[in-house]
Structures are given as C-alpha cells and as structure tokens.
Nanobody, 123 residues
Framework: QIQLVESGGGVMQAGDSLRLSCVAS????????LAWFRQAPGKAREFVAA????????YYGNSVKGRFTVSRDNTQNTVYLQMNNLRPEDTAVYYC????????????????WGQGTQVTVSS
C-alpha cells in the first residue's frame, strides 16, 4: 500500500505564498489519484484540491479556486499544492490522500492518508 508524507507547512502572513509537498512510497505512484484536504480546529475536514494520475484532470474547492494549484511529478512520486494569496481562513492542517480509483472530491473515497502538515496564516 502507499505511504504519504506531507511537508512544507509553516507560519505565514496574509498574502504570502507557500508550497506543500507530499511524497509517496510503497506502491506504484501513477496508479493513484491524489488529493489535498484540510481541517481547521473545530471544523469538518474540507476538500481542497485533487488531481488524476495523468494530471489531466484537476479539481478545486470553491474557497481556494484561483489561488491554489495542485500538480504532481510522477518521476519524483510527489504531489504539490501551491498556495498563493494566503488568507487567515486558510489556517488548517493540510492532508494528502490517495485513491486507487478515479479522482474524486469526496474524502470517503480516499483510503490512504498522510499525517498532515500545519499551515497557519496570520492577518
């Protein structure tokens, strides 16, 4: 099965940019659709972005559309989340997730999850 490790989180100012990375191991990376979710304190987990295994299809949550970009490098077994124009409401733990089937926006479809990386944005 696939293992996922996120990195790149930190404490940022509103308007800053940040790139998260998620490195996969243990299985064929190209077999998986990948997604980013986030969870703020006291709130439900929220879909952020997803990308198909070919990278031809990408999806974004409404709150990040136009500011965040998901990409993947299948030669490096890595998926990225480029976050621009960060806002305080982007503060959350960001999780990388993998799905053997088609790319979806539903967290229940993702079987494999990383441990998360904290992103804090101050105003």
């Amino acid at each position: 099965q696939i293992q996922l490790v996120e990195s790149g989180g930190g404490v940022m100012q509103a308007g800053d940019s940040l790139r998260l990375s998620c490195v996969a191991s243990g299985s064929t990376f190209t077999a998986y659709a990948l997604a980013w979710f986030r969870q703020a304190p006291g709130k439900a987990r929220e879909f952020v972005a997803a990308i198909s295994w070919t990278a031809q299809s990408t999806y974004y949550g409404n709150s990040v559309k136009g500011r965040f970009t998901v990409s993947r490098d299948n030669t490096q077994n890595t998926v990225y989340l480029q976050m621009n124009n960060l806002r305080p409401e982007d503060t959350a733990v960001y999780y990388c997730a993998a799905n053997l089937e088609v790319v979806t926006t539903d967290e229940d479809d993702y079987r494999f999850w990383g441990q998360g990386t904290q992103v804090t944005v101050s105003s």
